[in-house]
């Protein structure tokens, strides 16, 4: 990802007076900082200078650092969750040979095949079946969707 921004580094000598100049020429809608450097507390210049900031809770603020840091991750499983849900209401065909299935634990197997689920959100609801197991059924029944699965005589099988 790539964003428009242009770094300033900002003189310690001059701190508030050169901060201020910068924060009110400039169109600045975002600004990333560090607390303090040496003698230079950047977090309290600009809390003098944006007296409206003050008023947020350490945790808003906290947050909101969070947020910036941890965007990228956050939009991945955002979209990985996305992709899940997307796929809880695939079917499972009822004539599944779960012993077929390489990756799945025996513990896994044993209690698909005693529950025979309908669908993948059904799967993840049994106990003794971890989302690990989920994906590995999501997978195979990707697989199977795609292109088909082999059976025993190595012939490719449709959905």
């Known amino acids: 990802t790539k964003i428009g921004a242009v770094l300033v580094t900002v003189n310690t000598a001059y701190k508030i007076h050169e ?3 910068l924060l009110r020429q400039s169109d600045t809608h975002t600004l990333v900082m560090i ?3 040496r003698d230079s507390p950047y977090a309290e210049i600009v809390r003098e200078l944006c007296p409206e900031l003050a008023g947020f809770p ?3 603020e906290t947050q909101a650092e969070l947020n910036v840091k941890y965007e990228g991750y956050l939009k991945k499983q955002q979209a990985q969750v996305a992709r899940a849900r997307a796929m809880e209401d695939w079917r ?3 004539d ?3 012993d077929r299935i390489d990756s799945l634990r025996i ?4 209690k698909l095949k ?3 689920p309908l669908s993948l959100s059904q799967a993840g609801r049994i106990p003794g079946v971890n989302p690990a197991d989920v994906a590995v059924l999501m997978v195979w029944l990707k697989r199977r969707r795609d292109g088909g699965e082999a059976n025993e005589t190595g012939e490719r099988e449709q959905p």
């Open 19 to 21: 901060a201020e100049y």
């Open 35 to 37: 607390e303090s450097y």
């Open 58 to 60: 350490a945790d808003v």
């Open 92 to 94: 499972i065909p009822e």
């Open 96 to 98: 599944t040979d779960y």
């Open 107 to 110: 513990e896994a197997r044993q």
């Open 114 to 116: 005693a529950k025979k």
